[in-house]
């Protein structure tokens, strides 16, 4: 079982701001750091970004020795498949092979509309990841001195030499999510890593699990390959003034956090992620909003890690 810092960047922060989370949490023993790639706050006012996620994670690739790195998750409609390849390629060789790619079908039409970029109906967004994803194996696993082409409806690909290569053999690992019932669960067998149900409860993570391990099964893969994992909000706090100071940061209520987040005391959470652990998770990516609050990071990994980890 591992854990990973997750973050929001887009509600508002600097580089320095995530270099001292992601640096806290690899002196903390965390696994990973890993960011939402967007370009629109959701709330509040956004000051000082937007910021992109993958200068950021360029950044963090040289500021930083040990942390797994990567989006939760990128969105097809943001970049060509080939120049985002080659992207992560990059960031994964000055990693020495740390990254991990999160890719979906985008979601927020807002940012769209506010930074010129097409958002179409939720059929060709889908049908876009898939060639997406078609175009990104397919370079990253092409060999030196032969070509990569697709004949593809969005992203026609002709003669691409195999000169895109990851550190990581066989590419970067790609981490496909959401609660699609059909379309999301196959992409996840044929391409991903990893598949990763966010911001849901044990319960309905547990069907979402059920549901892609069937469609590896449908594709002759085994599901065993295919690691599960799911995100969360995190508020820790042992005394009831901590967790509502921690909630009031984040605009959160501590009653409705404990429902649908890790939230409360350590024992609270120990238990919360054991109910996860229960129906197939085996790695939790934490939000940590409050990016000022670098103790929470600490308190977390002296406290509830020692128990799951």
């Known amino acids: 079982m591992d854990f990973r810092i997750f973050t929001e960047p887009q509600q508002g922060a600097t580089y320095d701001d995530l ?11 965390f696994d990973g750091f890993f960011r939402s790639d ?8 956004g000051t000082p970004g937007p910021t992109d996620a993958w200068i950021t994670l360029a950044g963090l690739a040289r500021d930083t020795s040990r942390l797994r790195l990567g989006t939760l998750v990128t969105a097809a409609t943001f970049r060509l498949p080939g120049p985002l390849a080659i992207a992560v390629a990059g960031v994964d060789q000055m990693s ?12 927020f039409e807002a940012e769209h509309t506010a930074y010129g970029i097409d958002f179409p109906d939720v059929k060709e967004r ?4 898939e060639e997406q994803l078609a175009v990104i194996t397919g370079l990253w696993t ?21 000169l895109v290569a990851p550190a990581q053999a066989g590419g970067v690992p790609i981490i496909v999510g959401g609660s699609g019932k059909r379309r999301t669960p196959a992409l996840a067998a044929r391409y991903a890593e990893e598949f990763n149900a966010a911001f849901d409860s044990p319960e309905v993570s547990g069907e979402l699990f059920t549901r892609v391990r069937a469609a590896c099964e449908d594709h002759r893969r085994d599901p065993d390959e295919l690691t599960l994992s799911v995100a969360q909000v995190l508020c820790v706090g042992n005394d009831e003034a901590t967790l509502r100071r ?3 940061a984040i605009s ?4 409705e956090l404990r429902s649908n987040g890790l939230a409360g005391s350590t024992d609270e959470i120990v238990d919360r992620i054991g109910r996860f652990a229960e129906v197939g998770a085996t790695r939790f990516y934490l939000q940590v909003l409050d ?19």
């Not at 990254?99 to 979601?107: I, M, N, P």
């Open 38 to 45: 967007h370009y629109l706050h959701m709330s509040g006012d």
């Open 96 to 107: 020495g092979g740390r990254v991990e790619l999160g890719l979906g079908a985008g979601w």
């Open 19 to 29: 270099l001292a989370v992601a640096r806290t949490a690899e002196d903390a023993g």
């Open 142 to 162: 092409t060999p030196q001195g032969e070509t990569f082409s697709h004949d593809g409806s969005h992203y026609p690909i002709a003669d691409a030499p195999g």
């Open 252 to 255: 959160r209520d501590v009653d």
């Open 246 to 248: 921690r909630a009031d």
């Open 291 to 309: 990016l000022s609050d670098l103790d929470h990071i600490e308190e977390f990994a002296s406290t509830v890690l020692p128990q799951v980890s």
């Open 126 to 129: 889908f049908d876009r990841l």
